[in-house]
């Protein structure tokens, strides 16, 4: 990008969404240093490629380079076997104040655990839909399926997460 012209427009059109970025990539991956490295890695490519950015939704087309640069890695990580199992203590949600707020924290805990056992796909249309709120489209956009099967995935993923949540309550109870 030789110009200065399309570097303030990749500033002000994709840069902000760097941090959607690392969050979809954290969900993808579940590791921290991981996710902060694709997230850097598909914003090389963006900038790299931004010539071929012809409009339209600037946050769909980074997440979209984020999720396959994720997913590439993630093929990579199994094939090597590399794949590490969730460190709960990595992710642990820091309390700040006292006690409506630590309860909050046990909820979040509780949320991010049924998250991360979920599958790939269904953390993926639920972080871009409940965290990061893209629409129906975008999320059609950034992983090319068709709107419908964003919905029918969308509607699944939510209920494997609901099962999830009541099958750790289930696990805390007496």
């Known amino acids: 990008m030789a110009d200065s012209e399309e570097q ?3 500033e002000a059109l994709v840069v902000p969404h760097l941090d959607a970025a690392h969050n979809l990539a954290r969900w993808l991956v579940r590791r921290d240093a991981e996710a902060q490295d694709l997230a850097q890695e598909a914003m090389l490519r963006a900038y790299r490629f931004f010539g071929g ?5 600037a946050r769909a087309w980074l ?3 984020v999720r396959n640069t994720c997913y590439t890695w993630l093929a990579n990580a199994r ?3 590399q ?3 969730f460190d709960e203590a990595q992710h642990v949600v820091a309390e700040e104040t006292p006690e409506s707020l630590a309860i909050a924290g046990a909820e979040r805990e509780r949320l991010a655990r049924a998250l991360e056992g979920l ?3 269904s953390r993926e249309v639920l972080v871009l839909r409940e965290l990061e709120g893209c629409s129906y489209k975008e999320i059609a956009e950034i992983t090319g399926v068709p709107i419908g099967t964003v919905m029918s995935s969308l509607s699944r993923a939510r209920d494997r997460l609901q099962k ?7 696990k805390a109870g007496p």
């Open 8 to 10: 303030q427009r990749f």
């Open 79 to 81: 094939g090597a076997g």
């Open 63 to 65: 997440l979209k380079i």
């Open 53 to 57: 950015f012809r409009g339209g939704d």
């Open 83 to 85: 794949e590490e199992e």
């Open 119 to 121: 599958p790939p796909r």
């Open 164 to 170: 999830a949540l009541g099958a750790e309550v289930r």
